[in-house]
T-cell receptor, first 117, second 112 residues
Framework: AQTVTQSQPEMSVQEAETVTLSCTYD???????LFWYKQPPSRQMILVIR??????QNATENRFSVNFQKAAKSFSLKISDSQLGDAAMYFC??????????????FGRGTQLTVWP | DTGVSQNPRHKITKRGQNVTFRCDPI?????LYWYRQTLGQGPEFLTY????????KSRLLSDRFSAERPKGSFSTLEIQRTEQGDSAMYLC??????????FGQGTRLTVV
């Protein structure tokens, strides 16, 4: 079974600074997707960024970027120019690839990000 | 609002009572998922529907839990004879061909 590990239960960053959240995963599959979701106190899970395993280029979405190391099974999230609104719980998630018809997500335990003014 | 809608947002029930939650996915999304999230944990998969067919159930879904998706539209999750260990946030997500799933705001269940 696939497992996702987030080793940092809590992280903090000063506003406007950069922070990196870590995620590792374990899988025997070669085709899969990786995601970072944000869950603010309102509790709705919001997609931050996604990465297809077959793509070598790291995904970027505005201030958010990932460092995808497929061989190391590592998928870290970098948040640049942190803003107060970035404060939330961040979850790393894994999904089997295009050959899978199910598409369930496997989540890590999350990293609580605090942003200090 | 065209997002995933879940009702109720909060439910407090006495141990032993039955509860039912509803999820309305994004229109025309044929895939629907239920997850359970306890405090300090990431969401855990419960069950998956493709249209009206329930294609996968987690071992977490004991025989006290049942989910339906009549006509492939909204879905309901029922918990019978609730126990304190059922207290959690129940999340619904849907997708249609797209890679990412879209989540609702969840139903927080408290069993007293």
């Amino acid at each position: 079974a696939q497992t996702v590990t987030q080793s940092q239960p809590e992280m903090s960053v000063q506003e406007a600074e950069t922070v990196t959240l870590s995620c590792t995963y374990d899988t025997s599959e070669s085709d899969y997707y990786l995601f970072w979701y944000k869950q603010p106190p309102s509790r709705q899970m919001i997609l931050v960024i996604r990465q297809e395993a077959y793509k070598q280029q790291n995904a970027t979405e505005n201030r958010f970027s990932v460092n995808f190391q497929k061989a190391a099974k590592s998928f870290s999230l970098k948040i640049s120019d942190s803003q107060l609104g970035d404060a939330a719980m961040y979850f790393c998630a894994y999904r089997s690839g295009r050959g899978s018809t199910l598409g369930r997500l496997y989540f890590g335990r999350g990293t609580q990000l605090t942003v200090w003014p | 609002d065209t997002g995933v809608s879940q009702n109720p947002r909060h439910k407090i029930t006495k141990r032993g009572q039955n509860v039912t939650f509803r999820c309305d996915p994004i229109s025309e999304h044929n895939r629907l998922y239920w997850y359970r999230q306890t405090l300090g944990q990431g969401p855990e998969f419960l069950t998956y529907f493709q249209n009206e067919a329930q294609l996968e159930k987690s071992r977490l879904l004991s025989d006290r839990f049942s989910a339906e998706r009549p006509k492939g539209s909204f879905s309901t999750l029922e918990i019978q004879r609730t126990e304190q260990g059922d207290s959690a946030m129940y999340l619904c997500a849907s997708r249609e061909g797209s890679i990412e799933a879209f989540f609702g705001q969840g139903t927080r269940l408290t069993v007293v």
